[in-house]
């Protein structure tokens, strides 16, 4: 199974950072992309990066590199997690909180994936921890027609890791506890997901 890691944006996105300019995405994206790599790897994964660039990759060229390893080491063995952060508002802070994962419309082996991202989430995050769900469909993943989860062939399921413009979920996500545990939530769902295929 290759593992394939998305990190949100890049150096170039505008916008995408808090609201006092301590925290920008794509440059944390990237950091848990390598803490997660390294997670993976130490325990036999084939785990890459799928944008090692730190500028914008667009969202057809992402899906693009993905589909080039799924013509090649088939479908079926293939995954991909696209890691971001969430925002509420437009440079100010704000009191939305809480963690996600979205895949695309209708049953699919993603939401397995996702099945796995939310039970690990609940594991690691800090107790009352808003874990954010819709469960209209059945499961406990948003669902949206996101590039990245329509336009590859692979499961992929895209992670909202809390807010950056909430003071309290940024400073979590600052800190080393919040980032060991986003990387390990992460990697424990994987490895579930593997395990289990």
């Given amino acids: 199974m290759i593992i394939l890691i998305d990190n949100g944006h890049g150096q170039n996105t505008p916008g995408k950072c808090s609201p006092d300019h301590t925290y920008y995405e794509w440059a944390y994206t990237r950091e848990i992309a390598r803490l997660l790599q390294a997670e993976l790897t130490a ?3 084939d785990a890459r990066l799928l944008v090692p660039e730190t500028t914008d990759i667009s969202l057809t060229e992402r899906a693009r ?20 952060t969430n925002a509420a508002g437009n440079g100010q802070w704000m009191k939305a909180r809480g963690w996600s994962a979205y895949t695309s419309p209708g ?3 993603a939401d397995r994936l996702a099945e796995n991202l939310y039970t690990q ?4 995050l800090p107790p009352g921890t808003l874990i954010r769900t819709d469960l209209t469909d059945g499961d406990r993943d948003y ?7 329509t336009a590859t062939r692979c499961p992929a399921v895209l992670t909202e890791n809390l807010f950056h413009d909430n003071r309290d979920d940024l400073a979590y996500l600052k800190s080393p506890a919040g980032k ?18």
């Fill in 43 to 45: 325990r036999g994964l």
């Fill in 65 to 84: 590199r993905a589909n080039q390893i799924c013509a090649i080491h088939g479908t079926a063995n293939v995954i991909l997690i696209s890691l971001h």
């Fill in 121 to 124: 989430a609940i594991n690691h």
């Fill in 107 to 109: 049953n699919t082996k």
């Fill in 143 to 149: 669902e949206a027609r996101f590039t990245i989860l």
């Fill in 180 to 197: 060991r545990a986003i990387t390990l939530l992460h990697a424990d769902a994987i490895t579930d997901y593997i395990r289990s295929r």
